[in-house]
């Protein structure tokens, strides 16, 4: 199974800060990668599908780059209701992977 | 928007079978463009993709779970099922059913709220 590696497991930052969030594949995956944000006690919201392509509806301050292995996702300048935790999804081959979480955290 | 809405016991012993159903509001179930999906998460720990299963019924499984686990489709009903035997502790978890869209791209755009099982005795 692919591995994905996301960095930093844990991210203190304030508002207004711009973020970004890595996520690195155990092989190549192509652009075949998509973002994920959690919120306690709910179910997880796409961000970005396809490494770069926002979900409709979700803010333009959320973006994604990246391919192959190299991934990331950059918030452009945090909102409150930003914090949470982000996962990467890795859909190029089965079974599909997460990575293990980023958790943002109000500085 | 498409909503999903898991059920199922929330408490079963060890080395019994665990049976969840995600019921689907609206026509997607019969959409070759989609897939139907398993996934969970334990308490304060990160996600797992269990398997999914089309329209049709073809079904890919996480390898970890293959042995132990079934997911089937009934479109009549607008509802796909997860069984998984043989549970242990290991098998606690929030289980989420999803939707992913599969025509040329991949995405999981809707999700149900999630349901806790515990396995214990």
């Known amino acids: 199974a692919i591995q994905m590696t996301q960095s930093p497991s844990s991210l203190s930052a304030s508002v207004g800060d711009r973020v970004t969030i890595t996520c690195r594949a155990s092989?190549?995956?192509?652009?075949?990668l998509g973002w994920y944000q959690q919120k306690p006690g709910t179910a997880p919201k796409l961000l970005i599908y396809?490494?770069?392509s926002l979900q409709t509806g979700v803010p333009s301050r959320f973006s994604g780059s990246g391919s192959a292995t190299d991934f990331t996702l950059t918030i452009s300048s945090l909102q409150p209701e930003d914090f949470a935790t982000y996962y990467c999804l890795q859909d190029y081959s089965y079974p599909y992977t997460f990575g293990q979480g980023t958790k943002l955290e109000i500085k | 928007q498409v909503q999903l809405q898991e059920s199922g016991p929330g408490l079963v012993k060890p080395s019994q079978t665990l049976s969840l159903t995600c019921s689907v509001a609206?026509?997607?179930?019969?959409?070759?463009?989609?897939?139907w999906t398993w996934i969970r998460q334990p308490a304060g720990k990160g996600l797992e993709w269990i398997g999914r299963i089309s329209r049709t019924g073809t079904t890919k499984y996480n390898p970890s779970l293959e042995t132990r686990l079934t997911i089937s489709v009934d479109t009549s009903k607008k509802q796909f099922s997860l069984r998984l035997n043989s549970v242990t502790a290991a098998d606690t978890a929030i289980y989420y059913c999803?939707?992913?869209?599969?025509?040329?791209?991949?995405?999981?755009?809707?999700w149900g709220p999630g349901t806790r099982v515990t396995v214990s005795s």
């Open positions: 092989q190549d995956i192509a652009h075949d």
């Open positions: 396809a490494a770069s």
């Open positions: 999803a939707r992913a869209y599969a025509a040329g791209t991949f995405y999981l755009d809707s």
């Open positions: 609206g026509d997607s179930i019969n959409s070759y463009s989609y897939y």
